[in-house]
C-alpha cells in the first residue's frame, strides 16, 4: 500500500519509457524508507526545492572515501529517510558480471540498505542508495568478506578507473583495457580511498579513438589507445564493399535508403587529414599524415584494420565545468607503449601528481592548474619533451617557448623593448 | 541539532556528530568522541595532529588540505588512517572540535 499520495511522481510512469518511479513503487512493498523516499520526492517536486541537506561526512573505518552522507530536511515527515547515504562500489573493469555476482549484490544490499540501486553512476561505479549509518560497516563488511569487491572513490580522491569494453570483445582496440584498469586501481589503492589530492581525479581508458567511454570530455587522464605503424588493408575486401557485398558501418545505418555506397564521399573526402586516395581499385593511405582518427575503419570494418604495433596516446586536464568552464583533455604523450607492469605510465603519474598536490589549491582540478600555470610548465614537471604531434597545426602553438639557455648565443635583443615595439 | 552529554558536559552536534562551535570544545569532548571514531586511547602522536589542525584551524578559520597535514606532522597518510580510522576529516577534525570541514580534508 502506499504511504503517501503522489501524482505528480504517477505522471512519470505515463511516458513511453521505462519509470524509477514504478521500480520505487515496486520496492516499497518491501522497504518502508521507500515509501518515505517517494513522499520526499514528491514533495520536492511540488515545493520546487531539494530536501536534501548539503554534505555529510560520514564513511567506514580506514577509508576517507566511497560513502556520501545524505540526510533530509524533513525527518519529521519521512523518518526513512533521516539518514539515507549512498554507498559506490568499484564496478569491474569493462562491467563484466556473473549473474551470480548481481544476486549477491542485490541480496547483501536489501538485508543492509534500501535495495535501491544505480547501474552505474556516471564515473562507472555502482551506486548503492540508502544506508543508514548504522549498516555502513555491515554492508562494508559483507562487500568486501561475501562479494570481494570494494568502495569505488568519492570526494578530493582517485576515482574508481574506467574503461571501454576493449580487446574483450571489440576488435579496435588497441589496448587490454581491462588490465590498465585493474592495474592502476589496484596500484593506487590509497590514492582511491584516502582523500589527499586537491580534488578528484579520474583515469579512463579507451581502446581506441573512438573513446566509448568518453574519456576525453571526462576525465582528468584520458588513456586512448592507437598505433604505430600502418593501418592493414584488405583490398579485396574495399573492392567488396565499393562493390555493395558488405554493408559500411557494420550495418548500423540500414534503417534508411542512403543510396549505394560512395566510398570517395563515405570514407577518402570525410578523412580529416585527406591522406586517402581511392583510384577505382585500390585504396592508398599515407599512413604518415593519417592521425588515428578511425573514420574510415568503422566505415569498412572489414577491410581496414588498426595496425599492430599498438599502445596509448595520452590526454590531461578534461573536465567539466566547475570553477571554469568545460574542457577536453590536451594531447602530451602521442603514443607510449602500453604493456604490464605498465611502469612508464605510473612514472607519469607520479610526477604529474607531485606537481598537481604540491602546487594545486583546494578544489582545483589539474585541468584548471595546467590553465592557471601553463602548459610548459607541466610538460617540464613531467619531463615529457615537447613534439609536433602535439599541436594542431603549424604556428598554432600554444605552450612551447624558448628559455634564454636554449638558445644557442642567447637572446642579443633587449626584450623590453623589442616589446614595446612588437606588442603581443 | 541533536544534543549529546558526556560526563555533565554537553554539546550540540549536527548530522555527523560534529561540534556546533569550536570555543565548546574540551578534554571531555575528546574523550567522548574518540569512542564513536574507533580511537581507543589518546597518544602523543593523535595529539599532535590535534594539535596542529587545532593551531591550522585558529588560524584560518578552516581545516587544513591533508598534503598541510602530512607535511607538518611527518606522518604518512596510512599512518594517519591507523591513528584515526575514520580518517584526517572525519575523525581527527572532529576529535579536534572542528565544525565539519567542507571537502577540504
Ligand atoms: S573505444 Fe574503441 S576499442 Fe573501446 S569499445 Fe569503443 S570502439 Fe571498441
Ligand atoms: S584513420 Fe582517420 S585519418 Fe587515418 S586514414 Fe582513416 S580517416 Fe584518415
Known amino acids: 500500500m502506499a504511504k503517501f499520495k503522489t501524482p505528480l511522481l504517477d505522471q512519470l510512469e505515463s511516458g513511453p519509457w521505462p519509470s524509477f518511479v514504478t521500480d520505487m513503487k515496486e520496492m516499497a512493498k518491501t522497504k518502508e524508507e521507500v515509501n518515505d523516499l517517494l513522499g520526499l520526492l514528491e514533495l520536492s517536486y511540488k515545493d520546487k526545492v531539494g530536501h536534501w541537506k548539503h554534505g555529510g561526512i560520514v564513511g567506514v573505518f580506514g577509508y576517507g572515501g566511497g560513502v556520501i552522507g545524505r540526510y533530509t530536511d524533513r525527518p519529521d515527515l519521512f523518518p526513512g529517510v533521516e539518514a539515507f547515504h549512498t554507498l559506490r562500489v568499484n564496478q569491474p573493469s569493462s562491467k563484466f558480471y556473473t549473474t551470480e555476482y548481481l544476486r549477491k549484490l542485490c541480496d547483501i544490499w536489501e538485508k543492509h540498505g534500501s535495495g535501491m540501486t544505480n547501474m552505474h553512476g556516471s564515473t562507472g561505479d555502482i551506486i548503492l542508495l540508502g544506508c543508514k549509518t548504522d549498516e555502513l560497516e555491515p554492508t562494508f563488511y559483507d562487500l568486501t568478506h561475501d562479494l570481494g569487491t570494494d568502495l569505488g572513490g568519492s570526494g578530493s580522491v582517485l576515482r574508481s578507473p574506467a574503461c571501454c569494453i576493449g580487446k574483450a570483445r571489440c576488435e579496435f582496440s588497441c589496448l587490454d583495457t581491462q588490465l590498465l584498469c585493474h592495474g592502476i586501481t589496484n596500484e593506487y589503492q590509497d590514492e582511491l580511498h584516502r582523500p589527499a589530492f586537491p580534488y578528484k581525479f579520474k583515469f579512463k581508458i579507451s581502446g581506441c579513438a573512438n573513446d566509448c567511454v568518453a574519456s576525453i570530455a571526462r576525465a582528468d587522464c584520458s588513456i586512448i589507445g592507437t598505433w604505430k605503424d600502418d593501418i592493414r588493408i584488405d583490398q579485396e575486401a574495399v573492392r567488396a564493399y565499393v562493390a555493395g557485398e558488405f554493408a559500411p558501418d557494420g550495418g548500423a545505418f540500414s534503417g534508411r535508403d542512403w543510396g549505394p555506397f560512395d566510398i570517395t564521399k563515405e570514407v577518402v573526402d570525410l578523412c580529416p587529414t585527406r591522406c586517402m586516395n581511392w583510384d577505382g581499385k585500390n585504396l592508398k593511405i599515407n599512413n604518415r599524415e593519417c592521425n588515428r582518427c578511425m573514420h574510415c575503419i568503422n566505415v569498412m570494418p572489414r577491410a581496414l584494420k588498426v595496425g599492430l604495433e599498438q599502445g596509448a596516446t595520452i590526454l590531461v586536464g578534461g573536465k567539466a565545468p566547475i570553477l571554469e568552464g568545460a574542457q577536453l583533455s590536451t594531447l602530451v604523450i602521442p603514443f607510449m607503449e602500453m604493456q604490464p607492469p605498465f611502469d612508464e605510465f605510473k612514472a607519469f603519474v607520479d610526477k604529474m601528481w607531485d606537481w598537481w598536490m604540491e602546487e594545486g589549491r583546494n578544489r582545483e582540478r589539474i585541468g584548471e592548474l595546467i590553465q592557471r600555470k601553463g602548459m610548459q610548465e607541466f610538460i617540464e614537471v613531467t619531463e615529457i619533451k615537447a613534439v609536433p604531434q602535439m599541436i594542431d597545426h603549424p604556428r598554432e602553438n600554444p605552450y612551447i617557448f624558448w628559455k634564454e639557455e636554449e638558445v644557442e648565443g642567447g637572446f642579443t635583443r633587449d626584450i623590453h623593448k623589442y616589446r614595446k615595439e612588437h606588442t603581443i | ?105
Not at chain 2, 16 to 40: K, L, M, P, R, S
Open chain 2, 1 to 105: 541539532m541533536p544534543k549529546v552529554e558526556y560526563k555533565g558536559d554537553s554539546w550540540m552536534v549536527d548530522d555527523d556528530g560534529f561540534i556546533d562551535d569550536f570555543e565548546n570544545w574540551n578534554q571531555n569532548w575528546v574523550e567522548y568522541t574518540i569512542g564513536t571514531e574507533g580511537v581507543t586511547e589518546m597518544t602523543e602522536d593523535h595529539w599532535k595532529l590535534v594539535n596542529y589542525i587545532q593551531e591550522y584551524f585558529k588560524e584560518y578559520g578552516i581545516a587544513p588540505m591533508v598534503r598541510l597535514l602530512t607535511k607538518n606532522t611527518g606522518f604518512k597518510l596510512k599512518y594517519m588512517y591507523e591513528l584515526f580510522p575514520s580518517g584526517p576529516a572525519k575523525g581527527a577534525c572532529k576529535v579536534a572540535g572542528l565544525p565539519k570541514p567542507t571537502g577540504c580534508v
